[in-house]
Nanobody, 116 residues
Framework: QVQLVESGGGLVQAGGSLRLSCAAS????????MGWYRRAPGEQRDLVAA???????NYADSVKGRFTISRDNAKNTVYLQMNSLKPQDTGVYYC??????????WGQGTQVTVSS
């Protein structure tokens, strides 16, 4: 069974930085597309950033230039470096691992709160 465990969330002032980590168990990590999603209060869960097994990355327009996603296949871990944080970045951040239609796993989420 695959488990995704997020860490690194917290409370930060606007303009600050946080680094989220997601550690994956199991043997699927290296071929999975890994992503970070955000559910803002009262809204649906939306993609923030993703990185494929080949290293291709994509970002939501709202975070381009501020957030960086990276992965370490040796550690089965994906990271999200968040800089210049804004109050609108507040939400629960979820780690996701997927591969075609074969699997789609979610972590429990970590809260990020950015105060103005």
């Amino acid at each position: 069974q695959v488990q995704l465990v997020e860490s690194g969330g917290g409370l930060v002032q606007a303009g600050g930085s946080l680094r989220l980590s997601c550690a994956a168990s199991g043997s699927i990590f290296s071929i999975s597309t890994m992503g970070w999603y955000r559910r803002a209060p009262g809204e649906q869960r939306d993609l923030v950033a993703a990185v494929t097994s080949g290293g291709d990355m994509n970002y939501a327009d709202s975070v381009k230039g501020r957030f960086t996603i990276s992965r370490d296949n040796a550690k089965n871990t994906v990271y999200l470096q968040m800089n210049s944080l804004k109050p609108q970045d507040t939400g629960v951040y979820y780690c996701n691992a997927k591969y075609r239609t074969w699997w789609n796993y979610w972590g429990q989420g970590t809260q990020v709160t950015v105060s103005s």
